[in-house]
């Protein structure tokens, strides 16, 4: 059976909640494809926003971060189950940002993706590479191993249920975007190792996106690889640009 397509905007640390709604708006009329799962992934304060706007249609509204922890005093923290009640029903987890700028390392986001699991919630398991590494040959070693402490003791049903998405580090608000071939290479490995880790029936299930200065123009391309499901959008997912990044296929 064919994956469905998944595109995911991350809005990152961009809109008021009033310019949230604005932008949902904006979007509405453009971002219907039954081909395409649709995804919002909003900053937290405006969660509540999103899902009232984009009640009724085919976007569902994700997080941009989860707490490793249930409740209590973690000040700061947003939970699983505080994200699961608002009506989020995706999370990044790993995304460069957040191991770069706030040290998140490979156990504590495998702690975060066992939490999303509990709290019902699809992870959006970012990974990639640093421009150095890949000069260095590196690259499906460096997320390879990413993604093997990421994925530690979550079984094979969980996920078969995920996305995980590659982001080159060097192509993240770059407008440097990775070559179709360098991007469906690493998305091929890492369905390779998914079959060696679980098994084939769960690597054909996983859905792998492409993240790193998408647009619409290059959408096509980068979506008919054979292992690329879909993208995880930045800066063009603010814009119009994102509408058409949506219909690829049209
Ligand atoms: P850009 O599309 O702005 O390069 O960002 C990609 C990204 O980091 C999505 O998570």
């Known amino acids: 059976m064919a994956r469905r397509k998944i595109v995911a905007g991350n809005w990152k640390m961009n809109k008021t909640p009033s310019e949230a709604k604005a932008l949902v708006e904006m979007l509405a009329p453009l971002v219907k494809n039954d081909d395409v799962d649709v995804v919002y992934c909003v900053p937290a304060v405006d969660i509540t ?17 989860i707490s490793d922890k249930d409740k209590g005093a973690f000040t700061g923290e947003i939970s699983g189950a505080m994200l ?59 997320v390879r191993l990413q993604l093997k402490s990421d994925l530690k003791d979550i079984p094979a049903e969980q996920a078969a249920t995920m996305v995980i998405a590659y982001e080159p580090i060097w192509a993240i608000g770059t407008g440097k975007v990775a070559t179709t071939e360098q991007a469906q290479e690493v998305c091929k490995a890492i369905r390779d190792l998914i079959a060696e880790i679980y ?44 509408g058409k990044i949506v219909n690829y296929n049209k």
């Open 199 to 242: 098994d084939t029936d769960t690597a054909e299930k996983i859905r792998i996106q492409y993240g790193g200065s998408v647009k619409g123009a290059s959408a096509p391309e980068i979506f008919a690889q054979p292992d690329i499901d879909g993208g995880l959008i930045g800066g063009a997912a603010l814009t119009e640009d994102f």
């Open 84 to 142: 699961a009640d608002a009506g989020v029903k995706y999370v990044i987890i790993g995304h460069s940002e957040r191991r770069e700028y706030y040290k998140e390392d490979d156990a504590f986001l495998n702690a975060k993706v066992k939490k999303a699991f509990e709290y019902g919630l699809i992870p959006i398991l970012c990974c990639g590479e640093s421009l150095e590494q890949r000069e260095l040959g590196q690259t499906i070693d460096w």
């Open 49 to 65: 926003t999103v899902v009232e706007a984009v009640k009724g249609s085919n976007v569902a509204v994700g997080a941009e971060n």
